[in-house]
């Protein structure tokens, strides 16, 4: 298992690679290439499942000297938490090239080329260890998809391209400012220079100096989740991407902004995260965007913008439960993040089904789907109840574990919390009744069914809900160690407080083995 890790993070751009030397004019071989590579990089991500032990900590980690004068080292590895997102990437990666097959007809070469830089660059986020390789990998990811929005868009992509660039760069000036800040404190307080995040753990922060950097960190990732009121850019995002470049912003792009949270604020900030300050702040921001990005859905009428506001409502009850500070709602924040990037995934995905049999997304201009395009219906309610979190598909599990942690942390999280979650099943069963029920209208009449091919992209998201929806068990066992370690940096003694078995302790470890 020597560098799997490696193999995993470089396998898209060894595809890359390949793509360059085939013509532009042989379309045919680029989309079997496109997807040839993809589905090998799902592949060579598998043996870390198999591979994993959830007693431990970070797995399958490579270090190598990368800018000795800086301090800045190559090093990767993952925990639960990244194995979860790792494998999110790959299989979320895979499927959006799959679908891109008959939506993008003019220059290919580069689309394809770009989804897989896109991918390195996702994967590096997940698998960083070294604070400066993360930036980079960070900042990376903001070029393809730059351009993906802003060539193979809607009728405002430049504009929609252009706001995710500003937006997104103006938060990751003020992140790396607060690496900075731990850079050089490291320094000061050490007398070595490293980006090192198990360096970076060590320092002991002045009050006001970590306020500062948990609010320079918080800009960074709260632009990216995105949370109210950094949530601007998203809908034109969404609405103006190609569906595969949707699918991917959704599934993916917005974790990372949760995983910074999880990954470096929590941990490397622990004063300043569990100021009550602080947390009320994260907890009233996070159901405003619920709540708003719930009401928003209710007054929309193109398809794709209604489940890009739902994507404001759902990370916000990620954000909840991550600053709940307790093992239920940050373990049930990351597998929210994941069961979102399922149910969303495949929301756009139908937009795109429908859009490229009918060229529109006004939700008026459908109806009826059901009489002719039955498995797409039943595709559509499958990923429309995953959405709402009923059981027994995956957003159940996720929704439960997060109102838990929620209300102990308050009443009133967990009760606002709920109300998203109404509001959230009205939405979505009002989008279908108004698309797939009631009478064809004339140009709907001679719709084609899904594909083989279509139903291909799907089944491999339906039968992952389905898995978490009925055994989440696996998932909560692999997050164990991660999330108690979280808890217990911001939380120390919280599970002796709380008389819980705590997964660090050594016999409680011996016991998981």
């Not at 996702?122 to 960070?138: E, H, I, K, P, R």
């Not at 209710?298 to 600053?323: E, N």
């Not at 001679?446 to 978490?468: G, Q």
Request: glycine content about 8%; charged content about 10%; aromatic content about 14%.
């Amino acid at each position: 298992m020597d560098h799997i890790l490696s193999i995993v993070l470089f396998a898209p751009l060894a595809g890359l690679l390949v793509l360059l030397f085939i013509p532009s004019s042989n379309a045919r071989a680029i989309k079997l290439w496109a997807n040839v590579a993809a589905f090998v990089g799902f592949l060579v991500s598998l043996p870390l499942v198999f591979n994993f032990d959830h007693t431990k900590d970070y797995q399958f980690v490579e270090k190598a000297s990368w800018i000795p004068t800086l301090g800045a080292t190559y090093h990767i590895g993952i925990d639960g938490l990244g194995l979860l997102l790792v494998m999110l990437t790959t299989v979320v990666g895979f499927l959006a090239i799959l679908s891109s097959w008959n939506a993008i007809h003019d220059r290919l070469k580069e689309y394809y080329a770009f989804f897989m830089l896109l991918q390195t660059g996702m994967l590096g986020v997940f698998m960083s260890l070294d604070f400066l390789l993360f930036f980079v990998f960070w900042e990376t990811v903001l070029v393809p998809m730059y351009f993906i929005i802003g060539i193979w868009g809607g009728p405002r992509r430049v504009y929609a391209a252009i706001k995710f660039m500003i937006y997104t760069l103006i938060g990751s000036v003020l992140m790396f400012l607060g690496i900075l800040t731990l850079y050089f404190q490291h320094v000061t307080q050490f007398s070595a220079k490293s980006f090192d995040i198990a360096d970076l753990m060590r320092l002991q922060l002045s009050g006001p100096l970590s306020w500062w950097v948990f609010w320079a960190f918080f800009v960074g990732f709260a632009v990216k989740v995105p949370m109210f009121p950094f949530h601007t850019w998203l809908p034109d995002a969404h609405t103006e991407a190609p569906t595969a470049g949707s699918v991917v912003l959704a599934s993916v792009l917005l974790k990372m902004g949760t995983y910074g949270f999880l990954r470096f604020s929590l941990p490397l900030l622990p004063e300043s995260a569990k100021n009550p300050v602080i947390i009320n702040a994260m907890g009233v921001l996070s159901i405003i965007g619920i709540v708003y990005g719930a009401l928003a859905c209710l007054m929309q009428k193109d398809w794709k913008k209604l489940v890009a506001y739902s994507s404001v409502s759902h990370l916000g009850f990620c954000t909840l439960g991550i600053f709940s500070l307790n093992p239920a709602g940050i373990a049930g924040s990351i597998l929210q993040q994941i069961n979102h990037g399922i149910s969303t995934g495949m929301l756009f995905l139908i937009v795109g089904v429908v859009y490229e049999r009918r060229h529109t997304r006004e939700i008026s201009e459908y109806g009826g789907l059901l009489k002719v395009m039955p498995v797409f219906t039943i595709i559509f309610l499958l990923a429309a109840l995953s959405s709402m979190g009923m059981p027994p598909l995956n957003g159940f599990i996720g929704e439960l574990t997060i109102l838990g942690g929620a209300y102990q942390m308050s009443f009133n999280w967990a009760f606002w919390a709920a109300v998203g979650i109404a509001l959230g099943a009205a939405y979505l069963l009002w989008l279908f009744q108004r698309t797939m029920l009631g009478e064809v209208k004339e140009k709907n009449a001679l719709l084609k069914d899904l594909s083989w091919r279509e139903i291909a992209v799907f089944a491999p998201l339906v039968a992952w809900a389905f898995w978490i929806g009925l055994n989440p068990q696996p998932y909560f066992r692999v997050l164990e160690r991660p999330v108690a370690q979280i808890v217990e940096r911001v939380r120390p003694g919280y599970y002796a407080e709380h008389h819980l078995p705590n997964p660090l302790a050594p016999a409680a470890t011996a016991s998981l083995r």
